[in-house]
C-alpha cells in the first residue's frame, strides 16, 4: 500500500462524505461538500502524479483509480438529481456506462488481466469533474448570495438549467462513446475472458 493507492482510497471514502454534507440543507455544509469534492477530484490527479513519478504503478492502483472516480463522479451527479439540477435518465446512462466497464474489469482481474483506462476515458472523467464543480459554484453562488439580497437573475432562469442539462448531456455522449470504443477496442480481450 503506496502513497497514490492511498489517495485513491481516501477519494472512495470521501464520496459518502462529499454526498451527506451536500444533502444538508446549510449553505456552509454545501460549501464543504464543495470543498470535499474539490479536494477528491485533485487527488485523481495528484495519485497519478506520484505513481509514475515514484515508479510505484501497480495493478491495485490501475484497478481502484477508475472505481474511485466512478463513485465519486456517480454520488455527486446522484446528488444533483436529488434536487433538481440533472435529469434521472441522463445520470442513469452514465453511472450505467461506468459501471458496465467497472464489472468487465472485475472480470478481468479475476482472470489475472488489468485494464488500464484510455487517454481518452480520462478526458471523460476530467470533463465530470468539471461539470460537477461548475455546478456546485453555481449552487453555492445562489445559496450564498440570495439570502445577502443579490438575486441574480441568472439564479431563477429556466435558460440556467438548460445549460445545466446541455453540458450534462455532453457528457453522457462522451461517457457512451469512450464506453463503445472501449468494448471495440477490448473485443478480441474480452471474448476471451468471457469463454
Not at 456506462?97 to 482472470?111: C, D, N, T, V, W
Not at 488489468?114 to 480520462?122: D, E, G, K, N
Not at 440570495?146 to 442539462?165: I, Q
Request: proline content about 4%; some cysteine.
Amino acid at each position: 500500500m503506496n502513497l497514490p493507492n492511498l489517495l485513491t482510497i481516501s477519494r472512495i471514502f470521501l464520496s459518502p462524505v462529499y454526498m451527506v454534507l451536500f444533502l444538508i440543507e446549510n449553505p456552509y455544509s454545501c460549501l464543504a461538500a464543495t470543498i470535499v469534492f474539490i479536494i477528491a477530484a485533485l487527488t485523481d490527479l495528484l495519485d497519478g502524479y506520484l505513481a509514475r513519478r515514484m515508479g510505484s504503478m501497480t495493478g491495485f492502483g490501475k484497478f481502484m483509480d477508475p472505481l474511485a472516480d466512478k463513485i465519486l463522479v456517480s454520488t455527486a451527479f446522484i446528488s444533483f438529481v436529488n434536487i433538481g439540477y440533472a435529469q434521472p435518465w441522463m445520470v442513469t446512462t452514465i453511472i450505467v456506462r461506468e459501471f458496465l466497464i467497472i464489472g468487465l474489469r472485475s472480470i478481468a482481474a479475476y482472470k489475472g488481466m488489468v485494464i488500464t483506462s484510455s487517454y481518452a476515458a480520462q478526458i471523460k472523467t476530467a470533463s465530470h469533474m468539471i461539470v460537477i464543480i461548475c455546478i456546485l459554484v453555481f449552487i453555492n453562488l445562489k445559496t450564498w448570495l440570495v439570502p445577502a439580497g443579490h438575486n441574480w437573475a441568472m439564479f431563477n432562469s429556466p435558460m440556467t438549467n438548460t445549460v445545466f442539462d446541455i453540458i450534462i448531456l455532453l457528457s453522457v455522449i462522451l461517457s457512451v462513446a469512450t464506453g463503445i470504443d472501449y468494448l471495440f477496442k477490448s473485443s478480441g480481450m474480452l471474448k476471451g475472458l468471457l469463454k
